[in-house]
Nanobody
Framework: QVQVVESGGGLVQAGGSLRLSCAAS????????MGWFRQAPGKEREFVAA????????YYAASVKGRFSISRDNGKNTVYLQMTSLKPEDTAVYYC???????????????????WGQGTQVTVSS
């Protein structure tokens, strides 16, 4: 059973930066695309960013494009989300998940992901 653990969340002022990490277990981490999603209170979970199995392709939600950057280190079984120019509307619990299909490209649809982590809280104050 693959497990993912998110970390790096916290409280930051608007305009600040945070880097989230997602550590995954298992020897096949490098075979799968990974995605970041978020859920704010009272709202549905939404896509943030995704990266292909080898890091060659990335895809971002329009709301974060140009401010967030997703990357991965397959040697460390870790995916990162660098967040800059944070806004209060970025406040949410951020989740990491693994794509269901080997070799899939970055995908914005949460139904195509599994092995969700517990999430890490990001709070941006105005």
């Amino acid at each position: 059973q693959v497990q993912v653990v998110e970390s790096g969340g916290g409280l930051v002022q608007a305009g600040g930066s945070l880097r989230l990490s997602c550590a995954a277990s298992g020897r096949t981490f490098s075979n799968y695309a990974m995605g970041w999603f978020r859920q704010a209170p009272g709202k549905e979970r939404e896509f943030v960013a995704a990266i292909s199995w080898n890091g060659g392709s990335t895809y971002y939600a329009a709301s974060v494009k140009g401010r967030f950057s997703i990357s991965r280190d397959n040697g460390k079984n870790t995916v990162y989300l660098q967040m800059t120019s944070l806004k209060p509307e970025d406040t949410a619990v951020y989740y990491c998940a693994r794509n269901k299909l080997v070799g899939a490209g970055p995908d914005f649809r949460d139904v195509n992901y599994e092995n969700w982590g517990q999430g890490t809280q990001v709070t941006v104050s105005s």
